[in-house]
């Protein structure tokens, strides 16, 4: 897939900071550079990604006079923040102890990711958007300097540009599992609405259309299992799973390489 933000997303910059990191990042991803010293900057794209309070986050324009979107490296509400945190949850459940090599390849925001990494699973993480890409390396790169990572010496996940069904077709070692967490399209009419992240990511980049192919080659890539996180409301992926473990309104189905 051939991503092209043209006329959905500029650089933007505040003043502060190098500039040409900025003038770097914009070349990059092929997209504009704007300035907050230009009349009418923010009148031509809907989303904007800049440096603000040490990350880079990514902005619509209900966030442009504050906030935005970064990765958070930080363990969620209720996660330990011990290392490796304890393998318990859903999650944890669905890769298993035994489980040691884990590929996510459905990245996103990171945030499963970075929870299978406090496990103490080792992790290399695939993201095929270039926008998540920009936000996963800064983060990363935050994460390092992070005391406990940087005081254990422990590396970052590994993370590997491109579209999945394709990286997973070239592996040379076959993890013990692969993760995919693909965008369904929403379902629930009353439920609440869905996080802004998710929200925002859906409508730079769509839902996953792919989300077939992608099992299919997950499945022939891994050494023993899939796991697939959907909501509760969606139709199992890969058809009926060996095992799934539920959580708060959606599901891990897993499914074994036999």
């Given at each position: 897939?051939?991503f092209s933000y043209s006329g959905k997303l500029a650089v933007l910059y505040e003043g502060l900071g190098d500039l040409a990191a900025y003038q770097q990042l914009a070349g990059r991803l092929s997209v504009p550079l704007r300035s907050v010293s230009m009349p009418g900057y923010d009148?031509?794209?809907?989303?904007?990604?800049?440096?603000?309070?040490?990350?880079?986050?990514?902005?619509?324009?209900?966030?442009?006079?504050?906030?935005?979107?970064?990765?958070?490296?930080?363990?969620?509400?209720?996660?330990?923040?011990?290392?490796?945190?304890?393998?318990?949850?859903?999650?944890?459940?669905?890769?298993?102890?035994?489980?040691?090599?884990?590929?996510?390849?459905?990245?996103?925001?990171?945030?499963?990711?970075?929870?299978?990494?406090?496990?103490?699973?080792?992790?290399?993480?695939?993201?095929?958007?270039?926008?998540?890409?920009?936000?996963?390396?800064?983060?990363?790169?935050?994460?390092?300097?992070?005391?406990?990572?940087?005081?254990?010496?422990?590396?970052?996940?590994?993370?590997?540009?491109?579209?999945?069904?394709?990286?997973?077709?070239?592996?040379?070692?076959?993890?013990?599992?692969?993760?995919?967490?693909?965008?369904?399209?929403?379902?629930?009419?009353?439920?609440?609405?869905?996080?802004?992240?998710?929200?925002?990511?859906?409508?730079?980049?769509?839902?996953?259309?792919?989300?077939?192919?992608?099992?299919?080659?997950?499945?022939?890539?891994?050494?023993?299992?899939?796991?697939?996180?959907?909501?509760?409301?969606?139709?199992?992926?890969?058809?009926?799973?060996?095992?799934?473990?539920?959580?708060?309104?959606?599901?891990?189905?897993?499914?074994?390489?036999?």
């Amino acid at each position: 897939m051939t991503f092209s933000y043209s006329g959905k997303l500029a650089v933007l910059y505040e003043g502060l900071g190098d500039l040409a990191a900025y003038q770097q990042l914009a070349g990059r991803l092929s997209v504009p550079l704007r300035s907050v010293s230009m009349p009418g900057y923010d009148q031509q794209e809907s989303f904007f990604l800049c440096w603000r309070e040490g990350s880079l986050k990514l902005i619509d324009r209900q966030l442009l006079r504050k906030g935005g979107m970064a990765v958070e490296i930080e363990p969620r509400p209720g996660e330990q923040r011990s290392w490796p945190a304890p393998k318990t949850g859903a999650l944890a459940q669905a890769i298993g102890r035994k489980t040691k090599t884990v590929i996510d390849a459905t990245t996103g925001w990171g945030q499963d990711s970075l929870h299978i990494f406090r496990m103490g699973y080792e992790l290399r993480c695939i993201e095929r958007s270039p926008v998540m890409l920009e936000l996963l390396a800064d983060a990363f790169a935050r994460l390092t300097q992070l005391d406990w990572v940087s005081r254990l010496k422990l590396e970052p996940p590994e993370l590997i540009p491109g579209n999945a069904i394709a990286v997973l077709s070239e592996l040379e070692h076959a993890p013990d599992c692969i993760y995919l967490d693909p965008m369904f399209p929403p379902k629930r009419k009353k439920s609440a609405l869905a996080k802004k992240s998710m929200t925002v990511l859906r409508d730079l980049l769509g839902d996953d259309e792919d989300k077939d192919q992608l099992f299919a080659a997950a499945m022939k890539a891994t050494a023993k299992k899939v796991v697939v996180k959907s909501p509760d409301d969606v139709e199992p992926l890969g058809g009926a799973p060996h095992e799934s473990f539920s959580g708060k309104l959606l599901r891990y189905d897993v499914y074994l390489k036999v």
